[in-house]
Protein backbone atom coordinates (compact mmCIF):
# COMPACT_ATOMS: atom_id res chain seq x y z
CA UNK A 1 0.00 0.00 0.00
CA UNK A 2 1.20 3.73 -0.67
CA UNK A 3 0.82 6.44 1.44
CA UNK A 4 1.11 10.05 1.14
CA UNK A 5 0.42 12.71 4.08
CA UNK A 6 -1.10 15.97 3.95
CA UNK A 7 -2.27 18.70 6.36
CA UNK A 8 0.62 19.81 7.92
CA UNK A 9 2.09 23.55 8.31
CA UNK A 10 2.36 26.45 11.03
CA UNK A 11 0.38 26.76 14.07
CA UNK A 12 0.55 28.65 17.20
CA UNK A 13 0.35 27.63 20.20
CA UNK A 14 -3.25 26.07 21.17
CA UNK A 15 -4.44 25.93 18.09
CA UNK A 16 -5.68 22.99 15.63
CA UNK A 17 -4.16 21.02 12.79
CA UNK A 18 -5.80 18.03 11.48
CA UNK A 19 -3.70 15.70 9.34
CA UNK A 20 -5.01 13.03 6.51
CA UNK A 21 -3.24 9.82 5.47
CA UNK A 22 -4.29 8.89 1.85
CA UNK A 23 -3.96 5.14 1.03
CA UNK A 24 -4.07 3.22 -2.07
CA UNK A 25 -5.07 -0.41 -2.42
CA UNK A 26 -8.52 -1.87 -2.18
CA UNK A 27 -7.43 -3.78 0.84
CA UNK A 28 -6.88 -0.58 3.30
CA UNK A 29 -9.41 -1.87 5.66
CA UNK A 30 -7.64 -4.63 7.07
CA UNK A 31 -4.50 -2.51 7.89
CA UNK A 32 -3.27 -1.49 10.93
CA UNK A 33 -2.16 2.31 10.56
CA UNK A 34 -0.16 4.44 12.87
CA UNK A 35 1.00 7.94 13.30
CA UNK A 36 4.79 8.73 14.36
CA UNK A 37 6.99 11.80 14.57
CA UNK A 38 10.20 13.09 14.40
CA UNK A 39 11.34 16.04 16.28
CA UNK A 40 14.64 17.36 15.00
CA UNK A 41 17.52 15.71 16.71
CA UNK A 42 15.00 13.44 18.63
CA UNK A 43 14.46 9.85 17.72
CA UNK A 44 11.41 8.76 16.10
CA UNK A 45 8.12 8.29 18.17
CA UNK A 46 4.84 6.61 18.13
CA UNK A 47 2.09 9.00 18.72
CA UNK A 48 -1.07 6.85 17.76
CA UNK A 49 -3.06 3.61 16.21
CA UNK A 50 -5.78 2.58 14.71
CA UNK A 51 -6.41 -1.71 14.11
CA UNK A 52 -8.01 -2.27 10.58
CA UNK A 53 -10.63 -3.75 11.84
CA UNK A 54 -12.74 -2.72 15.10
CA UNK A 55 -11.52 0.46 15.37
CA UNK A 56 -9.52 0.66 18.51
CA UNK A 57 -6.75 3.15 18.77
CA UNK A 58 -4.32 3.78 21.42
CA UNK A 59 -2.10 6.84 22.01
CA UNK A 60 1.09 8.01 23.02
CA UNK A 61 1.32 9.55 26.43
CA UNK A 62 2.08 13.01 25.64
CA UNK A 63 -1.04 13.03 23.03
CA UNK A 64 -3.63 11.48 24.73
CA UNK A 65 -6.75 13.61 25.15
CA UNK A 66 -5.16 16.09 22.92
CA UNK A 67 -4.89 14.16 19.43
CA UNK A 68 -7.99 11.85 17.70
CA UNK A 69 -6.89 9.05 15.28
CA UNK A 70 -9.94 8.22 13.00
CA UNK A 71 -10.67 6.15 9.72
CA UNK A 72 -12.75 6.33 6.70
CA UNK A 73 -12.40 3.44 5.00
CA UNK A 74 -14.79 4.05 1.98
CA UNK A 75 -11.97 7.25 1.52
CA UNK A 76 -9.23 5.01 2.38
CA UNK A 77 -7.93 7.68 4.67
CA UNK A 78 -6.91 7.78 8.26
CA UNK A 79 -6.96 11.07 9.98
CA UNK A 80 -5.02 12.32 12.83
CA UNK A 81 -7.20 15.69 14.76
CA UNK A 82 -4.61 17.48 16.37
CA UNK A 83 -5.73 19.96 19.20
CA UNK A 84 -4.01 22.48 21.94
CA UNK A 85 -0.79 22.16 20.22
CA UNK A 86 2.10 22.17 21.74
CA UNK A 87 5.55 23.80 20.46
CA UNK A 88 6.90 20.77 21.55
CA UNK A 89 4.30 18.95 19.12
CA UNK A 90 6.96 20.22 16.50
CA UNK A 91 7.99 17.69 14.03
CA UNK A 92 7.39 15.79 10.78
CA UNK A 93 4.72 13.67 11.37
CA UNK A 94 4.47 10.11 9.19
CA UNK A 95 1.30 7.72 8.99
CA UNK A 96 2.40 4.35 8.32
CA UNK A 97 0.50 1.06 7.83
CA UNK A 98 0.79 -2.61 8.29
CA UNK A 99 -1.63 -5.69 8.00
CA UNK A 100 1.63 -7.80 10.54
CA UNK A 101 0.48 -6.13 13.62
CA UNK A 102 -3.02 -5.86 15.15
CA UNK A 103 -1.85 -2.52 17.14
CA UNK A 104 1.60 -2.03 17.66
CA UNK A 105 3.83 1.26 18.81
CA UNK A 106 6.84 -0.36 16.94
CA UNK A 107 7.90 1.46 13.84
CA UNK A 108 9.49 -1.75 12.56
CA UNK A 109 6.07 -3.63 12.38
CA UNK A 110 4.93 -1.25 10.15
CA UNK A 111 6.06 -1.93 6.20
CA UNK A 112 4.51 0.92 4.83
CA UNK A 113 5.31 4.62 4.83
CA UNK A 114 4.26 7.99 3.25
CA UNK A 115 7.19 10.90 3.08
CA UNK A 116 6.27 12.79 6.08
CA UNK A 117 4.25 16.14 7.08
CA UNK A 118 5.89 18.69 8.51
CA UNK A 119 3.95 20.59 11.46
CA UNK A 120 5.43 23.22 13.15
CA UNK A 121 3.83 24.84 16.53
CA UNK A 122 5.37 28.41 17.21
CA UNK A 123 5.00 29.59 20.83
Known amino acids: VQLVESGGGLVQTGGSLRLSCAAS????????VAWFRRAPGKEREFVASIVGGDGITDYANSVKGRFTISRDNAKNTVYLQMNSLKPEDTAIFYC?????????????????WGQGTQVTVSS
Open 25 to 32: GRTFSRYA
Open 96 to 112: AASLRTYNSRQAIMYDS
